[in-house]
């Protein structure tokens, strides 16, 4: 059981780093280009830093459960170049998702990448949404791998009563990641009423009910 979870684990980042040559991010042109975040210089990436260590290339992060007492009962760590900054041009990050028995990651999109989930423990409800509106769901289980593409909404639901977690491969160093209900009912300069009265077909009331609940302070 020990070799074919390894396995797995090793097809999950071999997967990553083939994904990493049809990637859209920036060309690698230098061995290392560890980010510097605090550059004021804008490019499409980040700029070079000049003193590097080994720090640069490691996270401890992913080691540990997420703490998941939140509205939604899910908690996404990113290992992305914000936290990484040697991912800085390389095209690929990752993440670990935990889930409260019950708890949601709720729809949302990538844009700069397509998404690979291992599940390290429990059993999920996952399924992403074509742009015709079809749906492709399933319940995957430990060990087990689905794959997200980029742009398309998704999301995943632990069905269980037990906590659960998966470990995510992404094919872009900052994938972005956008909530469909947060953009659109909590956005910093908010969609008119009328908007999403009109989309969703509901009422005013229902409106600002929803907003209240997704408020960036909430």
């Known amino acids: 059981m020990a070799t074919f979870y390894y396995g797995q684990m090793i097809g999950l980042l071999m997967a990553i780093l083939l994904a990493s040559f049809v990637t859209a991010d920036p060309e690698l042109l230098q061995d290392v280009c560890v980010a510097d975040l605090a550059s004021d210089v804008k490019m499409n990436g980040f700029a070079c830093k000049s003193n590097i260590s080994a ?9 540990r459960p997420g703490l998941t007492n939140n509205t939604f009962g899910a908690t996404v760590t990113s290992a992305s170049v914000q936290q990484i900054n040697s ?22 999109t990538h844009p700069r ?5 291992f599940v390290l ?3 999920l409800n996952v399924g992403f949404i074509t742009t015709d509106n079809k749906l492709f769901s399933k319940t995957i289980t430990k060990g087990e791998i689905f794959t997200f593409l980029r742009g398309l909404i998704h999301f995943q639901k632990n069905n269980g009563k037990v906590p659960a977690a998966v470990i995510a491969g992404f094919n872009s160093q900052l994938p972005g990641t956008q909530r469909v209900a947060n953009a659109l009912f909590a956005s910093s300069l908010t969609v008119d009423d009328v908007v999403l009265t009109k989309a969703f077909q509901v009422g005013n009331k229902m409106v600002e009910k929803i907003k209240s609940r997704l408020a960036p302070n909430k």
Not at 55 to 63: M, N, P, R
């Open 113 to 117: 990448a397509t998404e690979i989930v």
């Open 87 to 108: 991912l800085n041009t390389l095209g690929v990050s990752m993440a670990r998702i935990d889930y409260a028995p019950g708890g949601l990651n709720p729809p949302h």
């Open 121 to 123: 423990e429990g059993e």
């Open 55 to 63: 720090d640069d290339f490691f996270i401890a992060g992913l080691a």
